[in-house]
């Protein structure tokens, strides 16, 4: 199934020697929207034509994703987040918002902390964080993070069964199963059946322990931009605000009520709103 969304319009473009969907619409301050596993720019279709009544809208497929390429390597965060910015800067975005969902919060992070006279604002949604103090002890309940760090074997099990392993997953991690459409499962699924997607979307996690490391760094010199953290009330929405102040001192946010990880899928208006009215007062 090949997604499109109404409005906008999708291209390949050509940053660090591979190339990235990025699908765009709207008009007035830019705004890049980075997907989670196992999403791609589609996990926002909900969200974007809101925003898109008040911004430019940027969604990408992030390396390893969708229609983007999947490379052998360049899957540390800060290499994903050289792509994304790269990719605003292709497209005549000089300063912009970033708002990441899961991995797409965790490339987020770095992308803030590196392009400093780039970003304006960073949002980031259900995860946890790379460089928390938290980290450790979070990621050892997730048991996904150490199957998807295994080498070969979760693409060896995955192959063939994409739609049974996408749906399963996602299905675990909603609250409010009637807001969900059982036809983007087709959309994910079909794209992680990609050739190399399913490796390029697991490369994501193998990077995990560097990724750690690099952002204990960005913490010795805390962000100064407006800085947004949302979650479920069923998952992480209680630890966004403190686990954010630990990268920047200007947090607000909290958790979004009846609603897991799939925020923008389960609440879009709820997380359009709550963007709009964080880059729009700030």
Known sequence: MIAALKGFTQQLVPVNGIKINAV???????????????????????????LAEHFSV????????GFSDCPLDGYDKATMASDAHDVMA????ERYAVC???????????QAATYRQAVTHLAVLDVPLPGWTGWEAATASLWHFSFHMNRDLP??????????????FMAERFYDHSSFDPADIDVYATAMALPGRTRGGLEWY???????????????????????GLGGDQRFGAQMVPMLKEFA??????????SSHYLAEERPDDVAAALTDFLRAT
Do not use: C, F, Q
Not at 90 to 93: N, T, V
Not at 250 to 257: H, Q, S
């Open 24 to 50: 765009t619409g709207g008009s007035g301050p830019p705004v890049l929207l980075l997907h989670g596993w196992p999403e791609t720019w589609w996990g926002w279709h909900r969200v974007m034509p809101l």
């Open 100 to 110: 990441g969902h899961d991995i797409g919060g965790m490339v987020a992070l770095p």
């Open 249 to 258: 001192g200007n947090v607000t946010g909290g958790p979004v009520t009846r």
């Open 58 to 65: 940027v969604a990408i497929d992030m390396r390893g994703a």
């Open 90 to 93: 292709a497209l005549g975005h």
């Open 206 to 228: 193998r990077t995990l322990t560097a990724d750690h490391a690099a952002a204990l760094e960005y913490k010795k010199k805390p962000l100064e931009i407006p800085v947004l």
């Open 155 to 168: 693409e060896r099990l995955i192959h063939g069964r994409e739609y049974d392993y996408v749906s399963t």
